[in-house]
């Protein structure tokens, strides 16, 4: 599967060239004042190209033409995508229909009416990731389709919003499966959030379901929340392509993400 071009004047992170991945530190990286400006940039990039993508969400619509125009764009405002050739991944964003619940390759499939699609955007600016992510209606979607895609946007704000200095990584998980019960939805444990800046991935990361994971929150802290939530089993199969991963049921799951700063007084959604 070709990739789709770069301009030889954009700054693109080292990964582009050699299919490799993220450098894990042994410690979370705490950003500067300096740093800021340029996390809210890549930030609000990544929001602003999500939001064209949306508008793409429309029965008879490929992924891959949705790759298309979101590549483009991103490299119009200077940027490079992200996920372009992170250890070998093909495309420029993630696409995930239905019963996929993350990393769906963009290909010729056709959206169909009733669709429920995630679609994941990263972008490095400046030498900056911004991540962000959200599920998308595609034309008459039942009502229990919806209901999944409200209780997931609701999991990540309620999980944001008890967000601060002091405040353990675990209760990230309990505040969103304690939302998710109520609903009668299952969270997944396939992926998870994770620290971000000059690193796509980097420490903490953040389980979205319960757990005991030791540590706690500080201002500097840049990270994503990005809670799947699954109509059935939360277990997920990893497709031959070795990305896209599924419902081990073909249960729907729907998946929305911000990336937060960790501020003296609380949280900034880079994203938003």
Known sequence: MPRRPIPDR????YYADDRTSSKWEPTIPIVTLDEIPFLRQAGQLAREVLEIGGKMCKPGTTTDQIDAVIHEKIIEKGAYPSPLNYSGFPKSVCTSVNNVIAH???DDRELQDGDII???VTVFLNGYHGDTSATFLVGDVDSRGKELVKYTKE??????????PGIPFSEIGNVICNHADIGGYSVSEELSGHGIGHEF???????????YE????????????????????????MWPDDWTISTVDSGRS???EHMILITENGAEVLTQ
Do not use: K, W
């Not at 954009?10 to 992170?13: D, F, V």
């Not at 991935?201 to 757990?211: A, D, K, M, S, T």
């Not at 990005?226 to 997920?236: D, I, N, R, V, Y």
């Open 10 to 13: 954009l700054a693109r992170p």
């Open 104 to 106: 769906g390759i963009p």
């Open 118 to 120: 995630n679609i994941d």
């Open 155 to 164: 999991c990540l704000e309620q999980a944001i919003a008890i967000c601060g």
């Open 201 to 211: 991935h980097c420490l903490p990361l953040i389980h979205h379901h319960r757990n």
């Open 214 to 237: 030791e540590g706690f929150m500080a201002p500097g802290m840049v990270f994503t929340i990005e809670p799947a939530l699954c109509q059935g089993s939360p277990m997920g199969v």
């Open 254 to 256: 729907a998946q929305f």
